[in-house]
T-cell receptor
């Protein structure tokens, strides 16, 4: 079946603008994760959903970042009043369930550039 | 807290050379260990994993053994190809965290010369 998809693939925003990034996980996957990958670095955890419940948002860098998954499938990561330091690739991943060692499948990412 | 340290790149090798990328970890529990790979222009994909001590993960000629005594998970390949050029990330997930979020190392860029 289809993998994880994300849209848009690229987004250029002016500082102060709000953006919304979409993630379509693999059908039937319970767990959904968002990561932020700065240039030349490894991805860093932002937040986690189990179905529609946001169980961990400890990685969100500020209250300008907000994520939702209202029907337990598609998820949206919203960044309000974007800042230059928000420029990064935002990765979404899903897994069939949340058990130790479960493989997470990553989407291609959304590259956000804040000018 | 949990963390992963991997050798800095870039690493440049000739085709058919032996590859080792070192990775060590710090974890409070009993983590699962992963190697992810990011090919140019592509998304992050799982290369191999090991979920308990002494397990060996393998895929596409790559291998890594979960060594609890040395807290290491070094990636090896006996004969690299140009197509192996990519960024490699060592990572862990801790079963005792609230969710199986993955903690990544900073990545090692590998370039293979023909």
């Amino acid at each position: 079946g289809a993998g994880v998809s994300q849209s848009p693939r690229y987004k250029v925003a002016k500082r102060g603008q709000d953006v919304a990034l979409r993630c379509d996980p693999i059908s039937g996957h319970v767990s959904l994760f968002w990561y932020q990958q700065a240039l030349g670095q490894g991805p860093e955890f932002l937040t986690y959903f189990q179905n529609e419940a946001q169980l961990d948002k400890s990685g969100l860098p500020s209250d300008r970042f907000f994520a939702e998954r209202p029907e337990g499938s598609v998820s949206t990561l919203k960044i309000q009043r974007t800042q230059q330091e928000d420029s990064a690739v935002y990765l979404c991943a899903s897994s069939f369930r949340d058990t130790p060692g479960e493989t997470q499948y990553f989407g291609p990412g959304t590259r956000l550039l804040v000018l | 807290g949990n963390s992963v340290t991997q050798m800095e790149g870039p690493v440049t090798l000739s085709e058919e050379a032996f590859l080792t990328i070192n990775c060590t970890y710090t974890a409070t529990g009993y983590p699962s260990l992963f190697w992810y790979v990011q090919y140019p222009g592509e998304g992050l994909q799982l290369l191999l994993k090991a979920t308990k001590a002494d397990d060996k993960g393998s895929n596409k000629g790559f291998e890594a053994t979960y060594r609890k005594e040395t807290t290491s998970f070094h990636l090896e390949k006996g004969s690299v190809q140009v197509s192996d050029s990519a960024v490699y990330f060592c990572a862990l997930s801790d079963r005792y965290s609230s969710a199986s979020k993955i903690i990544f190392g900073s990545g090692t860029r590998l370039s293979i010369r023909p």
